[in-house]
């Protein structure tokens, strides 16, 4: 075992990344995109199309309670400049919008970063490449492993539908996409893992997000469905999976006894992407 008690999992999946990272390393298996990489994955689109995976969000926008809401506030907009006689040179009056903007990171689209999930009690309090709270975690975010360190991502993306392969709109509440599943719909779609690559699961929770989240029934009535720690465990140990995604709030089902996201960011430094537009369906246009 390592400082942060990982085993031959973590060792099994670096070696087959052909990783050998030191303790002080804070962007986990993005560390195996390089240029040969990014440059093998340009390589693949044909038509020069792009797929936005991104939601809108706002104040009406789904979220986790323990989650801050978004709120855009206009700063000195053109009539309070006037009236407070705050004024540029310029004949025809110039003035402008400014707003600042009141959100949580986890909030609507977004990668998680390898210190978002801590485990251990007290003192042993850490997240990835055991990073510990005592040291490292501050009130203005994490001082190590933050997601300000990782790279940009280009890598080949896999979208596994499994909302698709089970003929549904959307997989029910608290469904378990087991390792099995994966790999039948992987069948399905006649598509191959490869070590390297960035996995979308999709559960079609996403699909409902509309405009921008504001239907809290229907999205919670769905978000729950995700996968189990045998999948997170498959596709990282067995396919060498280096970030994991879905079209929900959390990308493990819930309830579940031990947390796959624990087990994606803490022990693998597996990134997680969370909430990408449903909109996007197999078979996927050529891109």
Not at 37 to 57: E, H, I, Y
């Amino acid at each position: 075992m390592n400082r942060a008690g990982v085993g031959d999992g973590r060792l099994a999946e670096r070696q087959r990344l052909g990783l050998d990272l030191g303790p002080e390393d804070e962007i986990g298996t993005l560390n195996a995109i390089t240029p040969a990489t990014v440059m093998a994955a340009l390589q693949l689109a044909k038509n020069g199309r792009t797929a936005d995976l991104g939601v809108m969000v706002d104040r009406r926008s789904f979220r986790w309670a323990g989650h801050a809401p978004t709120e855009v506030m206009t700063y000195r907009p053109p009539q309070g400049e006037r009236i407070a006689k705050d004024d540029v040179a310029g004949a025809n009056d110039p003035r402008w919008h400014s707003t600042p903007i009141f959100t949580c990171d986890k909030v609507g689209t977004h990668v998680d970063g390898l210190g978002h999930v801590t485990v251990g009690r007290g003192d042993d309090t850490h997240w990835y490449n055991g990073f510990r709270e005592q040291h490292h975690g501050s009130d203005f975010g994490v001082l190590k492993a933050g997601a300000k360190k990782f790279p940009p991502i280009i890598a080949r993306g896999i979208l596994i539908d499994v909302a698709a392969f089970k003929q549904v709109d959307a997989l029910p509440a608290h469904y378990e996409i087991t390792p099995e599943e994966l790999q039948q719909t992987l069948d399905w779609e006649k598509i191959e893992l490869r070590v390297g690559d960035v996995v979308l699961v999709r559960t079609g929770t996403g699909w409902f997000w509309g405009e921008t989240g504001a239907d809290y029934e229907y999205l919670a009535s769905h978000d729950t469905a995700g996968i189990t720690l045998g999948s997170a465990k498959w596709l990282v140990e067995q396919c060498g999976s280096i970030l994991v995604g879905s079209d929900t709030s959390t990308v493990e089902v819930v309830p579940y006894k031990e947390s796959a996201r624990a087990y994606l960011l803490v022990e693998q430094g597996v990134p997680l992407d969370r909430w990408q537009q449903g909109a996007w369906r197999h078979p996927l246009p050529s891109l």
